[in-house]
């Protein structure tokens, strides 16, 4: 009988749904993906300002939490979920239905919520800028429903490719 008590043969992990752990891979997913987006707009204005070097240095620092956000979504891909949706990701079609679900979501909640509570507080170009985002998700939602669309085309012809090769 092998002896499983050393590295070379790891107990079975729990799964990770549920659990405190995938709280905080989302939580930490939310908060790369976040630094990744600050760090490129604040290098976008170390160049405005001339200081090149330090744009480079928050480029290459935002390409550095892009890969921490993408190790998050692995684990988070592995415990069943995209941390927007709750949906399933991983495979092409199941990546764009979370992609769908989160852009439709902005387009008819999020964002008309937010421009509603702006307007409440005389904020106008606020719930302008809200207003716009809300639009511009609506058709990220739509290419991503072609795109969906498109590849379930290809995915069926396909699959009847190959049942016409078995025939």
């Known amino acids: 009988m092998t002896d499983r008590?050393?590295?070379?043969?790891p107990a079975a992990e729990p799964p990770l749904a549920g659990?405190?752990?995938?709280?905080?891979?989302?939580?930490?997913?939310?908060?790369?993906?976040?630094?990744?987006?600050?760090?490129?707009?604040?290098?976008?204005?170390?160049d405005i300002e001339g200081f090149n070097d330090v744009?480079?240095?928050?480029?290459?620092?935002?390409?550095?939490?892009t890969g921490h956000a993408?190790?998050?979504?692995?684990?988070?891909?592995?415990?069943?979920?995209?941390?927007?949706?709750?949906?399933?990701?991983?495979?092409?079609?199941?990546?764009?239905?979370a992609a769908i679900a989160?852009?439709?979501e902005d387009a008819t909640g999020v964002y008309p919520e937010m421009a509603r509570v702006a307007r409440?507080?005389?904020?106008i170009e606020a719930a302008e800028w809200f207003e716009t985002?809300?639009?511009?998700?609506?058709?990220?939602?739509a290419r991503f429903r072609r795109s969906l669309t498109?590849?379930?085309?290809i995915l069926d012809e396909t699959a009847a490719e190959g049942d016409d090769d078995g025939a």
Do not use: C
């Open 150 to 153: 498109s590849l379930e085309e």
């Open 70 to 97: 993408l190790g998050h979504l692995e684990f988070l891909e592995e415990a069943g979920g995209d941390p927007a949706t709750g949906l399933p990701i991983g495979t092409t079609p199941q990546n764009l239905r």
């Open 133 to 141: 985002l809300a639009r511009a998700e609506r058709a990220h939602a």
């Open 19 to 46: 659990t405190r752990t995938e709280a905080n891979l989302i939580r930490a997913f939310m908060s790369e993906a976040a630094a990744n987006r600050r760090f490129l707009y604040f290098a976008r204005q170390a």
């Open 102 to 104: 989160s852009e439709e």
């Open 120 to 123: 409440d507080e005389g904020q």
């Open 55 to 65: 744009a480079a240095v928050f480029r290459s620092i935002a390409e550095g939490e």
């Open 5 to 9: 008590s050393d590295d070379r043969f």
